[in-house]
């Protein structure tokens, strides 16, 4: 059972359910439930959710309402409200939506970049280039925040392994084309603790605190196990999907992001402060579950709470 234990810091848990989770969700969830679902996050104590995305609406119709969706988070006090944006021309939707962090990928896989953004490597990096120039140029106050999220950091399905050496170049360049902050994705959950560990500190050596947090898939369930590698080495920010929705996942039956509550649920058997209540965050599942019928929710911090209630 859970002991009481010396608090051990705190990391913050980045949502990005509304948009990682929705782009592959097989439904459309209305914009109310989205509104809905992001203030039942924001009241379980979430401090900073990805609400949505800047792309083409024809290619990602289930994130078509992002500016209405960021509108509605603006109003919550406190939330820090990211968004994705590809290019400069997402980005400028970005900024005059409000948003206060945008998030641009960059894929450390050759293949990968031309499948998921349509771009070379080399083109992502001048986008986020451009994307930190239109930051540069907005009046302050309404200059958001930009990560470099450097995706297939741990391999990729179509090009298979991905050299550490390309990330940790990739990386430095991405700080040099003026990203405030770098993260890196295990988009394809083909992460291991030791491979996390090792680029971690690889990365971190090139680019100091600038490596700010990692995303993590459960494809093969390890994303828990390398959150907890990545935590010991100093990584102190950590997506996760509500439910573990979405995610690409490449395996039937396999969940996709890694799941927010399964990680909150860790860092407070560790001693972690999240800042996030447990319980709330289960419950918030339930808006999932009535405006994504059919949608599988992952997640076994839920399943062993329900499982105790029950007994
Ligand atoms: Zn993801």
Redesign the pocket.
């Known amino acids: 059972m859970t002991e009481t234990v010396e608090p051990k810091g705190r990391v913050l848990i980045s949502e990005?359910g509304p948009r990682?989770?929705l782009q592959?969700a097989h439904g459309i969830m209305p914009t109310e439930a989205k509104q809905r679902w992001i203030t039942a996050l924001a009241e379980a104590g979430l401090q900073e959710i990805e609400v949505g995305s800047f792309v083409r609406p024809d290619r990602v119709p289930q994130l078509a309402d992002t500016a209405e969706v960021v509108a509605h988070a603006l109003t919550i006090p406190g939330l820090t409200v990211a968004v994705l944006a590809p290019n400069a021309k997402g980005a400028e939707r970005a900024i005059a939506a409000g948003a206060h962090k945008i998030t641009v990928p960059v894929s450390a896989s050759r293949a990968h970049a031309l499948a998921n953004v349509g771009m070379t490597v080399e083109q992502s990096v001048e986008a986020l280039r451009s994307v930190c120039a239109l930051r540069d140029a907005a009046p302050e106050g309404k200059r958001p925040s930009v990560e470099g999220g450097l995706s297939t950091a741990f391999g990729c399905t179509l090009q298979g392994e991905v050299p550490e050496d390309d990330v940790v170049r990739l990386a430095a360049m991405m700080v040099e084309a003026g990203a405030d902050e770098v993260g890196l994705?295990?988009?394809t959950g083909m992460a291991n603790p030791a491979q996390v560990k090792r680029l971690v500190r690889r990365v971190r050596a090139a680019i100091g605190h600038r490596l700010s947090g990692v995303?993590?898939?459960d494809t093969r369930g390890l994303a828990l196990a390398n959150a907890f590698a990545a935590w010991e080495e100093g990584i102190g920010t950590f997506?996760g999907?509500l439910a573990g929705l979405?995610?690409?996942p490449f395996a039937p039956g396999a969940s996709?992001?890694?799941v927010t509550e399964d990680l909150v649920s860790m860092f407070h058997d560790l001693g972690v402060e999240t800042g996030i209540d447990l319980d709330r965050l289960i419950a918030a599942r339930a808006i999932l579950a009535e405006a994504l019928p059919g949608e599988v929710l992952h997640g076994a911090a839920a399943r062993w709470r329900a499982g105790r209630q029950a007994a």
């Open positions: 990005v990682d989770g592959n994705s295990d988009t995303h993590l898939h997506d999907s979405g995610g690409c996709g992001n890694a």
